[in-house]
């Protein structure tokens, strides 16, 4: 199993930068693709961005294409998602996942604490 752990979420003003982090250990060599996925008040999760392991080919859903970018550092395990220009509207738990299927937008069986941004107006 591939333990995941978020970090870097905080209260930030609208139209602001963050960028978050997420730890890979364990059965690293078991996943093709991991993801970030995440879930507002209210609503159910949703697939935000994804990057293969091998090739770092990405993935964004529509909402936050041109504004948020994954990237993964290898050597550390570690994948990154910068976010910038945020709104009220990316208010949420941001989690970390294995990621899989078309366009690598479902993530894995098991979710770990998140982390969690919110957005200021």
């Known amino acids: 199993q591939v333990q995941l752990v978020e970090s870097g979420g905080e209260l930030v003003q609208a139209g602001g930068s963050l960028r978050l982090s997420c730890a890979a250990s364990?059965?690293?060599?078991?996943?093709?693709?991991l993801g970030w996925f995440r879930q507002a008040p209210g609503k159910d999760r949703e697939f935000v961005a994804a990057i293969r392991w091998r090739g770092g080919t990405t993935y964004y859903a529509d909402s936050v294409k041109g504004r948020f970018t994954i990237s993964r550092d290898i050597a550390k395990n570690t994948v990154y998602l910068e976010m910038n220009s945020l709104g009220s509207e990316d208010t949420a738990v941001y989690y970390c996942n294995t990621a899989r299927g078309p366009g690598l937008r479902v993530g894995g069986n098991y979710w770990g604490q998140g982390t969690q941004v919110t957005v200021s107006s």
């Open positions: 364990g059965r690293t060599f078991t996943y093709d693709a």
